[in-house]
Nanobody
Framework: QVQLFESGGGLVHPGESLRLSCSDS????????IGWFRQAPGKEREGIGC????????WYDDSVEGRFTIGRDNAKNSVFLQMNNLAPEDTAVYYC??????????????????WGKGTQVTVSS
């Protein structure tokens, strides 16, 4: 059974950093693309970034560009989301999603067939 897992969420203060990981019960390399999404209370789920397997090319939403970084940790068979300079508006449940079809990064949730259950990130003073 295909399943993605997120880890690393928690409570931090504004300006601090947090690193999320996305792993798979098998191999994260099975996915052609891994995306990160978040959903804040009362808001729709939004895509914030993704990374492709073929060239490790990345895409970031304007709201996180320059603060968040997506990369691969091959030793841990995972994809990470490094979040720096966090702000209260970053508070949300963060999800990783994957797909095995060919193609590049996508912002839309429709691009992805496999999802994790999410991890809570809270930024508060």
């Amino acid at each position: 059974q295909v399943q993605l897992f997120e880890s690393g969420g928690g409570l931090v203060h504004p300006g601090e950093s947090l690193r999320l990981s996305c792993s798979d019960s098998g191999s994260i390399q099975d996915y052609t693309v891994i995306g990160w999404f978040r959903q804040a209370p009362g808001k729709e789920r939004e895509g914030i970034g993704c990374i492709t397997r073929r060239s490790n090319s990345t895409w970031y939403d304007d709201s996180v560009e320059g603060r968040f970084t997506i990369g691969r940790d091959n030793a841990k068979n995972s994809v990470f989301l490094q979040m720096n300079n966090l702000a209260p508006e970053d508070t949300a449940v963060y999800y990783c999603a994957g797909d095995r079809r060919t193609g590049g990064c996508g912002k839309s949730a429709r691009r992805y067939n496999y999802w994790g259950k999410g991890t809570q990130v809270t930024v508060s003073s």
